[in-house]
């Protein structure tokens, strides 16, 4: 097989776990179940992801615009945007991962507190907690 079905299959994954950890969540048993499965840890539009992956795609021409006034030699052909990339991706895992431990923090310090000398009556627990 091509490995252009590798990346888009990769691509079809990563964006179904980013659309999983937002509010909304994902439909994933469609046909079977019309049940959201959500994370419920970032925002539909969260700017920090939004700069990260702004600065992934702006890195590389920053990068080529002044590599090529520093170096004229046979460095010219360098590719710059493999480390952006990468860069950009493992930020967005890490805050991801951060904000989804935050979140199961806060949810089960809530599900402890006492409210007027009762427990809450309401209180979803998280569901990454099951994956940490």
Do not use: K
Request: proline share 5%.
């Amino acid at each position: 097989m091509d490995g252009s079905f590798f990346a888009a299959l990769i691509a079809v994954a990563s964006h179904l776990a980013l659309d999983w950890t937002n509010v909304y969540g994902i439909r994933l048993l469609l046909p079977f179940s019309g049940r959201w499965l959500r994370a419920d840890i970032t925002s539909v539009v969260d700017l920090w992801i939004w700069a990260v992956l702004a600065l992934g795609i702006a890195g590389p021409f920053l990068a080529r615009l002044v590599g090529s006034e520093i170096a004229s030699g046979p460095n010219r052909e360098r590719h710059h945007g493999r480390g952006f990339a990468w860069f950009a991706l493992l930020a967005v895992l890490l805050y991801d991962c951060a904000r989804g431990v935050l979140h199961a923090r806060a949810v089960a310090s809530l599900g402890t507190r006492l409210y007027d000398d009762t427990v809450p009556s309401r209180w979803q627990p998280c569901p990454i907690r099951s994956i940490l």
